[in-house]
């Protein structure tokens, strides 16, 4: 930890880069107040504090996923704006959707990895089915309108991070929760998924 206070921003994301993993821990406990700064500031927009600053860590977490650090931007005003932008981002969707959870705005895929993810994960779910469906890209689409409809704000957001290929102990540090917190969550998320299945399961024998 020593160490990593006499180096900069700049120069800890070129070793996280270079594989110590232990400064992204750092980095989050060292922005963690500039977090609940932004977070702060917005509230009075609307939301409920606990989540802005929630979409705030996920904010910072792209942040250091992003950063180029041999660009001219320093960290700080780079994290900064991204923490921002996410918790805007929230507020306003939050706005638009009065009567769902603050985080559903958040595609549970946003890019073809993710799209891929999210269908690998159905697809596992599956397996301890007895019966099998084809999950093409269509029916991930459905199955993602279907779980924003019953996954709580918490769920989307440990989805979302789970989907990124994010550890269930870093979530947990993210949206400060304890790792059973986060373990429990999956695995609702799993049960969801799988009633959400065999619904789906039972509909398509219906139409035959």
């Given at each position: ?10 120069q ?33 927009l ?6 802005l600053?929630?979409e ?17 931007a ?77 996954l ?5 957001r ?10 269930y ?40």
């Amino acid at each position: 930890m020593a160490e990593y206070e006499r180096m900069t921003d700049e120069q800890l994301i070129k070793e996280l880069r270079g594989g110590d993993s232990g400064i992204i821990d750092y980095i989050m406990e060292k922005y963690k107040n500039l977090v609940r700064k932004e977070a702060n500031a917005m509230y009075l927009l609307g939301g409920e504090n606990e989540d802005l600053i929630q979409e705030g860590m996920i904010g910072l977490f792209k942040a250091v996923q992003d950063y180029e650090y041999d660009q001219k931007a320093s960290f700080f005003s780079f994290a900064r704006l991204c923490i921002t932008r996410q918790i805007y981002s929230a507020i306003e969707a939050s706005k638009r959707k009065k009567h769902s959870p603050l985080n559903s705005y958040i595609s549970l895929y946003e890019t073809n990895e993710e799209r891929e993810a999210l269908i690998e994960t159905m697809e596992s779910v599956q397996e301890s089915n007895p019966e099998k469906l084809f999950i093409s890209q269509e029916y991930a689409k459905l199955l993602e309108s279907r779980l924003e409809e019953n996954l709580s704000a918490l769920e989307n957001r440990v989805l979302y991070l789970h989907l990124l290929g994010t550890d269930y102990r870093t979530i947990a540090r993210l949206l400060d929760k304890s790792p059973k917190t986060i373990d429990n969550a999956l695995q609702r998320i799993k049960n969801k998924t799988e009633k959400i299945l065999e619904k789906e399961n039972e509909n398509s024998h219906k139409l035959d």
